[in-house]
């Protein structure tokens, strides 16, 4: 590529200077240039990639004899980190094409994506002014949830917003479910003992904190994961046109809502629950011939529930000892799996630096020299609040509510695909409740918040 400096002289004593790049006049010409479809598939690649590499890591477990993460960690890095050069990219595209700039017309469709991206920045200073730079750039060696990471997650939700195909949607949703049942076989093999690698001997620990939990270090962050791809197995029953696809989408969601309950975590559970109840109201709101397979789903959801609390007792026992701890209110400590004890001590810390926090990831020492075994107040809407500080945490919710709000809006507009997206992201901020972000699970979260974020453009209706 050549560049080649051109100087004009103007009226009076000043020059102009011209660069040209080649055949191109200036950077935004480049820019212009380069067709959408590049970032459509561009985008689509990476998410595919992210979702994979979860695959791959269950074939590395399963010839392996170790639980350390081997392909998932290098290969989610990499990923990412090709991921941020390409995100940015798409951003200056985006800005260099733009004829005329308008900050009504971006404030009218962008008002999310401004608000995360001042989260982001936000969440720099933060990073900056906490006490343990490195675990706030790095994070842990558990939980990796440093900023770094946080630019990866920024980078997954601009790849699904650069994703402009409904077909592409539709192979990211049918890859969520595939990847989560695969991973759900070892929640199969786990429940009837055989656990065995390609070796003969265990390939993965069965004590409390890894059984049920699939290739994740905790039940937790694997029903995380599950909740957003049982809702995608949940949309594509409704919106697949073939019998023979509905059925093998129905089979799935039996199969990882069996694995789901066994694995016990009761807030993905709700979850789930409350993203059936959502996403049947939209799509009846939508279109009022999808309400025969929106019956089956429910119907599915309550049969396989009841059988398989019949026999495990798993959920009546959750819904009772939750039930006990509403009724005894905020004054049990004790209550949601201890949350309760963890999210007031939060507000304690918050006091102490309510504008920029403690920075990622750090509260691992605080929270250990109050008596806790956690880290994290696991809500993940009061740790941004005490991690990030009190602003970025109204600068998510802001974004959160003014995408729904606008979504809510368009309601008839949109089409199946993105009001499936939108149950996805639905059932997995209630999950967020009780739940935290790790470095494997997050990214897939922001990757469907991404995809929902292009609600305002033409391909979404």
């Known amino acids: 590529m050549k560049i080649k400096v051109e100087k004009k002289a103007n009226k009076g004593s000043k020059e102009k200077i011209n660069i040209k790049i080649g055949k191109y006049d200036s950077i935004s010409d480049i820019f212009k240039s380069i067709p959408d479809n590049f970032w459509n598939i561009g985008g689509f690649i990476f998410m595919m990639l992210m979702l994979l590499i979860l695959c791959a890591e269950e074939v590395y477990r399963l010839f392996s004899m170790t639980q350390k993460y081997g392909i998932f960690n290098i290969s989610f890095f990499f990923i990412g980190s090709i991921a941020e050069i390409f995100a940015t990219l798409y951003i200056f595209s985006q800005f260099y094409k733009e004829e005329k700039f308008s900050l009504k017309k971006i404030l009218k469709n962008n008002v999310w994506d401004i608000l995360l991206f001042a989260m982001l920045i936000w969440s720099a200073v933060s990073t900056y002014t906490a006490d343990n730079l490195y675990v706030a750039?790095?994070?842990?060696?558990?939980?990796?949830?440093?900023?770094?990471?946080?630019?990866?997650?920024?980078?997954?939700?601009?790849?699904?917003?650069?994703?402009?195909?409904?077909?592409?949607?539709?192979?990211?949703?049918?890859?969520?479910?595939?990847?989560?049942?695969?991973?759900?076989?070892?929640?199969?093999?786990?429940?009837?003992?055989?656990?065995?690698?390609?070796?003969?001997?265990?390939?993965?620990?069965?004590?409390?904190?890894?059984?049920?939990?699939?290739?994740?270090?905790?039940?937790?962050?694997?029903?995380?994961?599950?909740?957003?791809?049982?809702?995608?197995?949940?949309?594509?029953?409704?919106?697949?046109?073939?019998?023979?696809?509905?059925?093998?989408?129905?089979?799935?969601?039996?199969?990882?809502?069996?694995?789901?309950?066994?694995?016990?975590?009761?807030?993905?559970?709700?979850?789930?629950?409350?993203?059936?109840?959502?996403?049947?109201?939209?799509?009846?709101?939508?279109?009022?011939?999808?309400?025969?397979?929106?019956?089956?789903?429910?119907?599915?959801?309550?049969?396989?529930?009841?059988?398989?609390?019949?026999?495990?007792?798993?959920?009546?026992?959750?819904?009772?000892?939750?039930?006990?701890?509403?009724?005894?209110?905020?004054?049990?400590?004790?209550?949601?799996?201890?949350?309760?004890?963890?999210?007031?001590?939060?507000?304690?810390?918050?006091?102490?630096?309510?504008?920029?926090?403690?920075?990622?990831?750090?509260?691992?020492?605080?929270?250990?020299?109050?008596?806790?075994?956690?880290?994290?107040?696991?809500?993940?809407?009061?740790?941004?609040?005490?991690?990030?500080?009190?602003?970025?945490?109204?600068?998510?919710?802001?974004?959160?509510?003014?995408?729904?709000?606008?979504?809510?809006?368009?309601?008839k507009k949109l089409n199946v695909l993105m009001l499936t997206i939108g149950g996805m992201v639905c059932a997995y901020l209630v999950s967020s409740f009780f739940g935290n972000t790790m470095y494997y699970t997050a990214p897939y979260y922001f990757m469907t918040l991404g995809m929902l974020s292009a609600c305002h453009r033409k391909d979404a209706l």
């Open 137 to 411: 750039t790095k994070g842990t060696w558990y939980r990796k949830d440093g900023f770094y990471t946080y630019l990866i997650y920024a980078a997954m939700y601009v790849c699904g917003k650069a994703v402009t195909s409904d077909r592409f949607r539709r192979y990211i949703l049918r890859t969520f479910s595939t990847v989560c049942t695969l991973l759900s076989l070892w929640v199969l093999f786990q429940y009837n003992g055989h656990i065995y690698n390609m070796f003969g001997r265990y390939a993965h620990n069965m004590d409390i904190w890894t059984k049920y939990a699939s290739i994740f270090y905790n039940t937790n962050h694997y029903a995380y994961f599950m909740t957003l791809a049982i809702m995608a197995m949940v949309g594509l029953i409704i919106i697949e046109e073939k019998l023979i696809y509905k059925v093998i989408f129905l089979a799935m969601f039996v199969f990882n809502l069996w694995a789901l309950i066994i694995n016990d975590t009761f807030g993905g559970y709700i979850a789930v629950m409350a993203g059936i109840i959502f996403v049947s109201i939209i799509f009846i709101i939508k279109d009022r011939k999808k309400l025969v397979p929106i019956i089956l789903i429910c119907l599915t959801f309550i049969i396989t529930s009841v059988c398989v609390d019949a026999k495990t007792h798993i959920l009546s026992n959750d819904f009772g000892v939750t039930y006990g701890d509403a009724k005894a209110g905020i004054s049990n400590d004790a209550g949601g799996t201890s949350r309760i004890g963890l999210w007031k001590q939060a507000f304690r810390f918050m006091k102490d630096r309510p504008v920029f926090g403690y920075g990622p990831d750090g509260l691992w020492s605080l929270y250990y020299e109050k008596g806790f075994s956690s880290d994290r107040p696991h809500n993940e809407f009061i740790q941004h609040a005490v991690y990030l500080g009190i602003p970025a945490a109204l600068m998510y919710i802001g974004a959160i509510l003014s995408l729904f709000i606008y979504c809510i809006k368009r309601i």
